[in-house]
């Protein structure tokens, strides 16, 4: 039954929320700027590159594709902010986000309902990289 | 130097507080949203609505509610009852398995899919291939769980021979 409460936990965790977001990509979305404005984010970024094209990625992205996986994807969002990237590139990353991210608590969540884990995390992640390649093939 | 370094800082705060207003300005209504959903029993509904769901999907209709709200509020909430439903419903390793497979792969669609279109996704193929890869990955699932004594009585194959 919708009540008084009902708004005003919808609005708490609004609230909330949004706090927990303020925390985690203002940080992460200078930290990579920095980064990326530096010139460091570049050496890492050049390494990967090789592997990020098959998504039609740049190197960068692959920052966000792994914080993603392994924290969660307000971090990944804050990554993409920092990016200069192409409405496909931003759709790419976000289907594979949307499939896999925050691998860990997610995954120790899943294994309280009596299913292991780490078959669905390797599930996860092999969904993502055939999903991303496909939109970029299709988008 | 030192003006190149005070600049991108600048620029890095800009581009967050621009991306945290976007994402704010849709995560506020979409949590009163989702708590409306809950407490209106758009929940119950919704899932009286998708039995074909689970018939495509071949879990038992138990199995369905957590599905349905994991699918709308998330993981943890879809988990909580999937806990609640497998002690009171007795749920088999098969619907648990499932429904798990399906919900990795696609949860809380509002929350996750608005936060990704807020900094510049396309909706249609987001929530499109999310949903579709869920639910070919958990009729897989159900296709080929190991189920030997129960799941040769259930296989469709078999009772069409009958």
Known sequence: MITRQTWI????????????????????????????????????????????????????????????????????????????????????????????????????????TGVKPLPLALLRIGVSILAGLGVNWAF | MGFFFIDTVLDGLQAGFMGLKNIAVVVLPLMVAVELAKDSGLM??????????????????????????GLFAGLAFGSGILINASKEAQLSKKDRYIVAVFLSLCHSVFEDTLLLTAVGASLPWLLGSRILLAVIGSMLAARFFPEPALGVQNKPAEQGRV
């Not at chain 1, 404005?37 to 740049?58: D, F, Q």
């Open chain 2, 44 to 69: 119950e509904w919704a899932t009286g609505k998708l039995q074909s769901l689970a018939v495509l999907l071949q879990i038992s209709k138990e199995s369905l509610l957590p599905l349905v709200v």
């Open chain 1, 9 to 112: 936990n919808g609005l708490k965790n609004g609230i909330e929320t949004i706090w927990e977001l303020a925390k985690v990509v203002v940080p992460v979305t200078l930290a990579v700027t920095v980064l990326k404005e530096t010139g460091w984010l570049g050496l890492l970024a050049g390494r990967l590159e090789p592997l990020m094209s098959l998504l039609g990625l740049p190197g960068e992205a692959a920052l966000a594709v792994v914080i993603g996986y392994f924290l969660n994807i307000y971090s990944a969002i804050a990554v993409i902010l920092a990016l200069d990237l192409t409405a496909q590139q931003i759709t790419v990353l976000a289907v594979m986000l949307g499939i896999c991210h925050n691998l860990l608590v997610e995954g120790a969540v899943t294994a309280k």
